[in-house]
Every structure is written in C-alpha cells, then in structure tokens.
C-alpha cells in the first residue's frame, strides 16, 4: 500500500467516524430532551469540542491498536473489524446472497478508491476531479475570508490593550465579534456603542468570554478542515451544532459570572441585532466583518439551509430564561460520555481495512471459485425437460 492511498484511507475513515459520531450525538440530545434533561450550555459545548477532538485522533488510537494486535501484545480475539465479522456471518449463513455479489460488496470502498487514486475513466475520474474542485473552491474561500478580515482589522482604531488582548473600534462592522492572530486577540466593536456605555460593557464582556471559551480557535479548526469535509453533510450538522452550543454557553457564561441583568443583556442583543441589519440594509457589499476566524455576537445575515438570524436570537433570549439547566459532577459527566467515546473507537476499528487475508477469507475465495467453476461447466449441459 503506497502513502497516498494510507492517507486517502484516512481521510475516508474521519468522514465515516464524523457521521457516526454525529448520528450518537444527535441522538444523545435527543434522548435527553425526551426525559426533559437539560445540561448547561457550557457543558454540551465541552462535550462536543472534545468528542471532535477525539475523532480527529480516532486514525491514530485505530492504528495503535492493530499494531498491538499484530505484535500479539493484544489477544486475537479482542480484533474488531467490520469486514472480518461480516465473512463470519456469511459463512455462518446468516448472509445469504451469492459468494461472489458478496466478494464484490467487500471490496467496493478498495476498488472505489483505487478508481479514484488512479483517475480511472468515468467515475473515478469525475470523484477525483469533484473532490480536487471542492477543496480549491472552499481553499480559494479561506484565503479570501484571511484577507477580508485582516483588511477589515486594519480600517479599525486602536481604543485600549491589555497584554495581547486589543480593543478595537471600527466605522464598519455591523455587529462586534472577537478575532485572534498568531500572537494577538482582537475584540473589535462598532464604533456607534461608544454612545450606549450599558451596551458597550455587555458587549466587552461577552467577547471577552468568547476568548476564555478558546471559541475563536475552534472557529478557526473547523473553517481549516472544511475544504476537507466540504462534501460530508455530516462536518455541517457538528459544525451548526458547535456555533449553537457557543453563543448559548457564552450567554450563560455571562449572565452567570458578570451578574448582568438578564433583561438587560436580552435587550442589549435586541438593539445589537437592529443595528447590524440596519446596516446591512445601507451597505452593499454585504457583511464582512465575521469571516473566518471572527466570533460574531451574533448573526444578521441570511444562510441557506440554516435558521434565520432572527429565530437564533429568539433562541437566545429564550435559553437565557432557562433555569433549570444542570451542572453535573466532571466525575458523572466522564462516566456519561465515556460510551460515545467507546463509540467513536470502535467505529474507527471496524472500518480498518484486514491486515491480511484471514481463514474465513479464505473459505470466501474457496466458495466463490467453485461457484464461478461450477457456472462454466453448466454452460455444456442440456437442460433439463
């Protein structure tokens, strides 16, 4: 196996790993929902940063793994694969279509990517050409999204600095969001709130937990890895999951911490949200102020397929309002991910391809040339009358 098609292995096995991971999660909060259990905000977000996290690193654990396996430091019967387990079934009986239609199902994904790696004709060629396509569009899209925004920092004035995080007043941005450069933080805000000074310590405070959170690092991970996952559904549900669960977590944060008002702070991203569209409505060049690596306080502009600016804050307010929002134990919160965490390594065993051929794999070849040899004998016999 050459070291690209590894890496292409890889890659496929992080999409798959992501939409099972994502299918546990939603399913999860939705489980939870049902029994009218509500974890504080800050909590899901922790969650789902670290269950992302772990998925990133599924190849590697999964890789480990096989090699105690190899080495026999693991015992044989502890292997997880997909594939080996199907053979057994088979040859079990407990799959019963041809041994050859079977054969060929296993070994779909190798033959699939190997049309891909060789730019083989028709399909092969149009998934390379589509995957290379996706990945320069949404790479052109990132570098653009890097510029913008530092053009849009360098049109700000400098107000105040404390240590390497900067305040930063602009005459454009529609609505305040908090940024990050290799060594600086940024928090850059409207310039119009210098006449609301209420509105203004609100803001401040909630950019500022926006930095603590580590919300902006993540926001930049995800848009990193998206001309990778640009064509996986399942990357877009974590993805609105994560900008969800942030703003909720940094709301409460606040309101928690800072002792705010909750009226207040309500009001304070009711008038934020009338402005920022306020000046959509006079801008023509449409919203440039939270491209990547910007955490908005909120959303004013329209996206497909997504929940309306308006009915985000409406959510806002109405989680603000929440009270009876639990914090469990870090001891009872470990023991309760740990199975989406077992979840998530053994789906990124039994997606490895086998080490080597098998036993079983070898009474599957056995049982498919016999088949193949006993329909080339029957083609010389009369049939029957």
């Not at 940094?250 to 911490?257: F, I, L």
Request: proline share 4%.
């Amino acid at each position: 196996m050459t070291p690209v098609s590894q890496v292409f292995d890889v890659y496929i096995d992080l999409n798959i790993t992501l939409a099972i991971a994502t299918l546990v999660w939603v399913s999860a909060k939705l489980m939870m929902a049902r029994f009218g259990n509500k974890l504080d905000f800050p909590v899901q977000l922790g969650l789902l940063n670290g269950l992302f996290a772990i998925i990133l690193l599924s190849p590697i654990a999964a890789a480990a793994y096989q090699c105690m396996l190899s080495q026999q430091m693991v015992p044989a019967i502890l292997s997880v694969n997909l594939a080996d387990y199907a053979v057994s079934q088979y040859l079990r009986g407990g799959i019963a279509i041809p041994a050859e239609d079977f054969q060929a199902l296993l070994g779909f994904r190798a033959r699939l990517s190997e049309s891909v790696l060789t730019l083989a004709p028709g399909v092969g060629t149009g998934l390379a050409l589509g995957l290379l396509a996706g990945f320069a569009w949404f790479s052109g899209k990132l570098v653009t999204s890097f510029v913008r925004l530092y053009r849009m920092l360098a049109t700000c004035h400098d107000w105040r600095r404390n240590g390497r995080v900067r305040l930063l007043l602009s005459d454009h941005a529609l609505v305040p969001f908090s940024a990050r450069g290799l060594l600086n933080h940024y928090v850059v805000i409207p310039s119009d709130l210098l006449g609301e000074p209420e509105d203004l310590k609100l803001v401040v405070k909630h950019e500022l937990q926006h930095l603590r959170q580590g919300d902006v690092a993540w926001e930049i991970g995800l848009e990193l890895l998206r001309p990778l996952f640009f064509w996986n559904p399942f990357f877009y549900v974590w993805k609105s999951e994560v900008e969800r669960l942030r703003e909720l977590a940094c709301d409460q944060r606040v309101a928690e911490k800072a002792h705010v008002d909750l009226r207040s702070y309500c009001m304070c991203l009711l008038r934020a949200a009338q402005a920022g569209l306020r000046k959509r409505g006079h801008q023509t060049g449409g919203d440039r102020s939270n491209g990547i690596a910007a955490v908005a306080l909120l959303e004013v502009q329209d996206r497909l397929l997504r929940r309306s600016p308006g009915q985000k804050l409406r959510r806002r307010v109405e989680a603000l309002l929440e009270t009876n929002r639990i914090r469990p134990h870090r001891g009872m919160t470990l023991l309760a991910v740990l199975p989406m965490i077992a979840v998530i390594f053994l789906t990124a065993l039994a997606i490895q391809k086998p080490a080597d051929w098998s036993q079983d794999r070898l009474m599957l070849s056995a049982i498919v040339n016999l088949e193949r040899l006993e329909t080339i004998n029957s083609f010389g016999q009369q049939p029957l009358r």
